[in-house]
């Protein structure tokens, strides 16, 4: 069983004022029965890439009853957990002035081009998991104010995820 090194300095605050989130996991098992299962793609923005997570159509409405009209900000978070094999980021994110707060822990050595994308634009998207909600029109973009720590997750992530696989995570 692989021990996951947890540092609480690899916790990169992507905004001004944040609180670390509060989750802990220890094995593998835990990291794979807690990985963000609608998934996570890119999508196309200004002529680039943006990373977009996915989340249940029901999510999105609930995200978007509690920002619409206002003036919102989003605190986020990268939470890096690494073995030197096998990389795992928590991506929290939390809308200040509301009660609304995901957490989506995503499996980084399939998921390089993403973390690439997330350096290069500073920009993260939210949007429903199915299709028949996906459109330009249905995506919810967060701008990032300190893009070089989502650069310094990239670089962690580069150095320490030794085991891609095209297919998934492999036990072992």
């Known amino acids: 069983m692989a021990v996951y090194r947890h540092n609480k300095a ?7 004022y944040c609180a670390v989130p509060k989750r802990n996991f220890s094995t593998l098992d835990e990291f794979k029965a807690n990985l963000h299962k609608e998934g996570a793609t890119l999508v196309e923005f200004s002529g680039g890439k943006v990373p977009c997570i996915l989340v249940s159509p029901k999510k999105y409405e609930e995200m978007l009853g509690k920002v619409y009209g206002r003036r919102v900000s989003a605190d986020t978070l990268l939470d ?20 609304f707060e995901g957490n989506f822990l995503l499996y980084a050595n399939d998921m390089l081009e ?4 997330l350096a290069e634009s500073g920009m993260m998207a939210m949007g429903p998991s199915e299709t028949t909600y996906t459109n330009s029109q249905n995506i919810f973009m967060i701008q990032l104010p300190k893009k070089d720590a989502a650069e310094k997750a990239l670089e962690i992530i580069k150095t320490n995820a030794k085991n891609r696989v095209v297919r998934g995570m492999q036990d072992g």
């Open 10 to 16: 690899l916790i990169l605050c992507l905004q001004r």
């Open 114 to 117: 993403w973390f690439e994308a």
């Open 80 to 99: 890096i957990f690494y073995d030197g094999r096998d990389v795992f980021v928590d991506v929290n994110i939390k809308f200040r002035d509301t009660d």
